[in-house]
């Protein structure tokens, strides 16, 4: 089944402390990008990537890092630099054309111990 | 920069009645529109695409229609089940991939 994986679906972090969420997606889609989700609002884009090897800052991006090294995977670093990062992460790929619609993982709720 | 308001936040209805859902957004130079449907704790599923050429688009019981001139798009799902159930978004897409989000309207149908 072609689709987009992401892993862990609960990951729980540290103060201080780097944390990676997985997004995988076997669907030969070029672009990818990494959304977070806080209740109420709507989802905001933290960075994407439209081929390997390449990505670009987002509206949220301060606190994140990322790497595109293989066209199939795109994981997002939440570093201790983000200051307040509960929230529900999602991936998200798409076809390199503006056109296409967006194919949406599972989510990562990621929470803060 | 682009705004996506959905108002109601949250609607509910009882089973068989007709859903209406809103999305207006500030900037009508948009490249398409999606409706996206969210489960709890889930990722999103996308429900239609309208291009900006399109007035709507169809899909079973789902219709949505799009007037660019006025920002506005509407959401129609006929006959409501328990089973549609859940949040719905709209997003507009502006330009380079990216989707600017309204905060969801979540629907409850009550059987």
């Known amino acids: 089944d072609g689709g987009i994986t992401q892993s862990p679906k609960y990951l729980f972090r540290k103060e201080g402390q780097n944390v990676t969420l997985s997004c995988e997606q076997n669907?030969?889609?070029?672009?990818m990008y990494w959304y977070r989700q806080d209740p109420g609002q709507g989802l905001r884009l933290i960075y994407y990537?439209?081929?390997?090897?390449?990505?670009q800052k987002g509206d949220i991006a301060e606190g994140y890092s990322v790497s595109r090294e293989k066209k199939e995977s795109f994981p997002l670093t939440v570093t201790s630099a983000q200051k307040n990062p509960t929230a529900f992460y999602l991936c998200?790929?798409?076809?390199?054309?503006?056109?296409?619609?967006?194919?949406f993982g599972p989510g990562t709720r990621l929470l803060v111990l | 920069k682009q705004e996506v308001t959905q108002i109601p936040a949250a609607l509910s209805v009882p089973e068989g009645e007709n859903l209406v859902l809103n999305c207006s957004f500030t900037?009508?130079?948009?490249?398409?529109l999606q409706w996206f449907r969210q489960d709890p704790g889930k990722g999103l599923t996308s429900l239609l695409l309208?291009?900006?050429?399109?007035r709507e688009q169809t899909s079973g019981r789902l219709n949505a229609s799009l007037d660019k001139s006025s920002g506005r798009s509407t959401l129609y799902i006929a006959a409501s089940q328990p089973g549609d159930s859940a949040t719905y978004l709209c997003?507009?897409?502006?330009?380079?991939?990216?989707?600017?989000f309204g905060a969801g309207t979540t629907v409850t149908v009550r059987a």
């Open positions: 998200a790929s798409s076809i390199a054309t503006r056109v296409e619609t967006q194919y």
């Open positions: 669907l030969n889609h070029d672009a």
């Open positions: 990537s439209q081929i390997v090897n390449d990505f």
């Open positions: 900037d009508s130079a948009i490249y398409n």
């Open positions: 309208i291009q900006s050429s399109q």
């Open positions: 997003a507009v897409n502006v330009n380079d991939y990216k989707l600017s």
